[in-house]
């Protein structure tokens, strides 16, 4: 039977019937990398290549509707392409954010049900993206389900980490041919391809009215999607709710109207440094609400700062003592301190009163306060309204351990009411970010990171350390609660701790330590001179995962050479083309060959042209403050 082609050259995408095995493809804007969406046996399915290499092998899309498969029997109704071509501020490993894509919208028709739905794809220079939408009335109750693969090419390597921790977890390293089907991946998942042929990140952008994405391996290279219903409820979930709530939250839910899925997104890049600075995850996001952020993440109540805080590392669990952590702060230069959930019993006069003493030290308020007492809209707004009226800035909310769209839609609602009272936000027992750091700008940091307070049932810290800058902290800010100096920092040294508090993105650090311990520190100088926010970041050559953090960065005209050692002693030498042109005072501190708890402090001058070499003892680190004379 002879069969006509129509093919449409739209751009950048090309468009075929569907009798054609390839549908539509995606370039993106340099032209290296191409998604490719099929119609094999009229069902879809999908492969990526950058550069004519595959780093994504064919693979199905696959999503359900009441439990009937939509993505069968289809037919290509139309295809329209834009781009995408802005910058926007941003806060991570740098302030301006790069937003550059060509995009397609696929209309199709599952004939057999007589349903149309729009398969959205971008192609960016640093990866792909791809989401179903799905028209509906405003009464229209549908229940969604997702079951597309993500297949990886043989011989990939990956670090993931289970659900049993949710989004808390120890990553493993393994070749894909080792995963064995059924193993849980939470995302992100970080892949190093075969034969150097660079890296790729799994994961979701967008999230809401809709569950998250877990990953759980089919034991053919490749990760099946799998929506909050179906993940395990893990051991932060069973710590803080019941076994009833876990079963009525394993029941698939139910959406009202349009239904549009997060976008499935796939970082690519050629290497560390391209991986770290991925744009992708926020230019997905929706764009803030003007209304509540009139000038996005630089509105003038959402202020990045550093924190102190009494949970951790000792401290009296009392308001005359979070007056004294509150005068710590202030010597130290922080803005914040974060009273845990001993305030409860506190009266309003209490809190004002700690409110306004910490305003003379230039130190404002956050308090913790458990997820299950905002589940309740009601209570909701009279805690943030009660905050609002007392001069607290922040509320760091905590056991979020689910990823059903119940927990998502608490996720919004909280974020969309913190807002409408001028509060900040850090949320704990989470899951991973989804470029909210965009959408909801009074998001300073979210936990989902094994992070110091599993410091006393943790083996080890530098091979974990070594790992989340190119795993977890790729999507998005995460409250690990850096720097102690006692024994939770287990084998790492001083300098190491230091350098997580540097290397480790978030907008508001709510640090481990004492704050008095920082201030007694030999490396105080630089302790209060680390920022929360940074304008440019070069993840450095000497880096390797699980290994090696080597990564220069820079706030204003002040860059910071900032290393974590894994688990080999070694010295590296750091060419400092980074810098400026120009001399510059570098503060040095060094590993104590001898003992871990000891910074060895030095002074430098240098400029671009010079190296400086650092060494660094197992568990250690090495961290050089660049300041322009």
Not at 9 to 19: E, I, K, Q
Not at 328 to 337: K, R
Request: net charge neutral; with cysteine; glycine share 8%.
């Amino acid at each position: 039977m002879k069969k006509t082609l129509c093919i449409l050259f739209l751009g950048c995408c090309t468009v075929v019937n569907t009798y054609a095995q390839t549908l539509a493809s995606v370039t993106s804007p340099d032209g290296s990398i191409v998604l490719q969406i099929n119609g094999k046996d009229n069902n879809l399915s999908y492969n990526v290549k950058k550069g004519g290499n595959t780093v994504l092998v064919e693979a199905p899309i696959s999503m359900t509707i009441d439990q009937t498969e939509i993505c069968c029997g289809i037919s290509v109704l139309s295809s329209d392409t834009y781009k995408t071509d802005a910058t926007y501020p941003i806060r991570g490993s740098h302030s301006l954010a790069i937003d550059k894509s060509n995009g397609l919208l696929l209309r199709l028709k599952n004939r057999q049900l007589n349903t149309d739905f729009t398969l959205e794809a971008r192609s960016y220079n640093d990866g792909i993206a791809f989401r179903m939408i799905l028209p509906g009335n405003k009464n229209q109750v549908r229940i969604p389900d997702e079951h597309t693969v993500f297949t990886l090419p043989a011989k990939s390597q990956v670090w993931y980490h289970d659900m049993y921790c949710h989004y808390e977890g120890i990553h493993q390293k393994k070749n894909i041919s080792e995963i064995v089907k059924g193993e849980w991946a939470a995302p992100p998942i970080t892949v190093q391809l075969p034969d150097n042929g660079g890296y790729l990140c799994l994961t979701e952008s967008a999230l809401m009215n809709y569950a998250g994405m877990s990953l759980q391996a089919n034991g053919k290279n490749g990760f099946e999607t799998k929506l909050g219903h179906a993940q395990p409820a893990g051991y932060p979930f069973a710590h803080d709710y019941s076994l009833e709530e876990a079963r009525r939250l394993s029941n698939p839910a139910s959406i009202t109207g349009t239904i549009t899925t997060p976008w499935r997104t796939v970082v690519i890049a050629d290497d560390l440094n391209e991986l770290v600075n991925t744009d992708l995850i926020t230019n997905l996001a929706p764009t803030p609400d003007k209304n509540l952020f009139p000038k996005g993440i630089n509105t003038d109540w959402v202020r990045p700062g550093r924190s102190v805080w009494c949970w951790l590392d000792g401290g009296a669990r009392t308001l005359e003592n979070m007056k004294e952590f509150s005068r710590l702060a202030g010597e130290l230069g922080y803005e914040y301190n974060t009273v845990d959930a001993f305030w409860y019993r506190w009266t309003d006069e209490q809190l004002k009163d700690l409110v306004d003493y910490s305003a003379k030290y230039g130190v404002k308020v956050w308090l913790w306060r458990h997820g299950r007492d905002v589940r309740d809209p009601e209570k909701r707004k009279a805690l943030f309204e009660r905050c609002h009226r007392l001069g607290i800035v922040g509320l760091k909310l905590d056991a979020f351990s689910h990823e059903s769209k119940e927990f998502i839609d608490l996720y919004q609602a909280c974020l969309k009411e913190a807002a409408e009272y001028k509060l900040m936000l850090n949320i704990h027992g989470s899951n991973k970010p989804a470029g909210e750091v965009r959408s909801w700008p009074n998001e300073m940091s979210r936990e989902g990171i094994r992070g110091l307070e599993y410091g006393k049932k943790q083996y080890e810290w530098s091979t974990h350390n070594t790992t989340l800058p190119f795993t977890r902290l790729v999507v998005g800010a995460g409250d690990y609660t850096p720097v102690v100096f006692g024994e939770r920092r287990l084998e790492t040294s001083w300098t190491h701790q230091i350098a997580t508090s540097l290397i480790f993105n978030s907008s508001v650090i709510f640090f481990g330590s004492h704050p008095q311990k920082m201030l007694e520190n030999p490396a105080v100088k630089v302790i209060k001179e680390i920022p929360a926010t940074w304008d440019e970041t070069i993840v450095l050559p000497s880096s390797k995962i699980g290994e090696v953090a080597a990564f220069a960065r820079r706030s204003g005209k002040t860059w910071f050479l900032a290393v974590l050692n894994g688990q080999k002693e070694c010295t590296i030498q750091f060419p400092l083309t980074f810098l400026d042109d120009g001399w510059y005072e570098g503060t040095v501190l060094n590993d104590n060959p001898s003992d871990a708890a000891a910074i060895a402090m030095q002074r430098v001058f240098c400029r671009n042209s010079d190296s400086l070499t650092g060494y660094m003892r197992t568990g250690g680190g090495y961290i050089v403050m660049f300041t322009p004379k």
